[in-house]
């Protein structure tokens, strides 16, 4: 089975104006709205697949609701901790035209020391051996940083692997706990080595702190540069085709289910990072956010690039 967790998600509002300008009302021309979350956009990207997986989270009020049935219409088992506030609405502002964007990502709803020791022995329940569990994004800001490490260090002593894609302090702490697999992307990668990963170079030199730290394999993604697939024995690299983005927000998370689903398959590492990068290209090609065809996957996998690099 195959668990994601989301402590942290939230409904993307995306809204397309003709310029953007300061100190004036603006009128949107188009506004979209996608349910998301990272651990819930593994789970979308995961059933592309054809593989089912519970997706588990802390929601709230008419958002969450939201969030809940649209998992649902997809399939998709939930089993949420509602908690008293609504879950976070977080807004896009993209020009029609032009290349400004304005973001901004709300901190997310108030998480009480009960709704945390709700949640927790909810996995808790779950946790056995030979199961997946994809802890996934931010933490809403009143959950404790080494909330993913504690997971980690549970869900590990029963026996199952843990995919880890967060960033900050989270990270850190996540990575002493020694996951199976880290997928940070490229600045999320340097702030835990202490240098800017710019290109594969500096992958290859990030990798290696992170498998000292005990980590089995390391996916440290880098947008159109594709991935550095690192385990204990080898590093590949593979690069994605030169592709027409449409929306690259969640295509990581889109990768990583990729990553999972040729693990599970058995394959070999090589052909893994193929996979996962080609899928990657797909989603950042795709309007919706994480959103890919797998067909568009195939297609792009034998432009993929890829090289191994032996570390041994
Ligand atoms: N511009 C691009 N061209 C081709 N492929 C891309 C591009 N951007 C992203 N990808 C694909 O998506 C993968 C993940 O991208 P990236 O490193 O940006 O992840 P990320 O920052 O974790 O994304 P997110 O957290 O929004 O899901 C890349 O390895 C690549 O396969
Ligand atoms: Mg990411």
Redesign the pocket.
Known sequence: MIFTLTPNPSIDRSLTIPQIRFNSVLRSQKMRLDWGG?GF?VSRSLQQFGVDSMAIAWVGGGSGKMLADGLQSLGIQTDFVWVDNDTRTNTRIDEAEGDWYIKVNEPGPAITRGDIEQLYQKVEGYAKKDDIWVLS?SLPPDVPSEFYADLIRLFKSRGARVYL?TSGAPLRYGCQAEPYLV??????AGSIVGFEVADQEDAKRAALPFLRMGIDYLA????????LYATQKEMIH?K????K?KN?????????AALIYGQTRGWEPVEIARW??????A???TEG??EFDVRRTKEILPEVQSQIINVM
């Open positions: 990272k956009n994004g894609d997928k940070p992307n490229a600045n999320e440290l993604t880098m947008g159109s540069m594709g991935l593979a994605p085709p030169k592709i983005v690259e927000s969640g295509a990581g998370d889109s990768l990583l996962a990068v080609a899928t990657g290209a989603a950042a090609e956010v994480s």
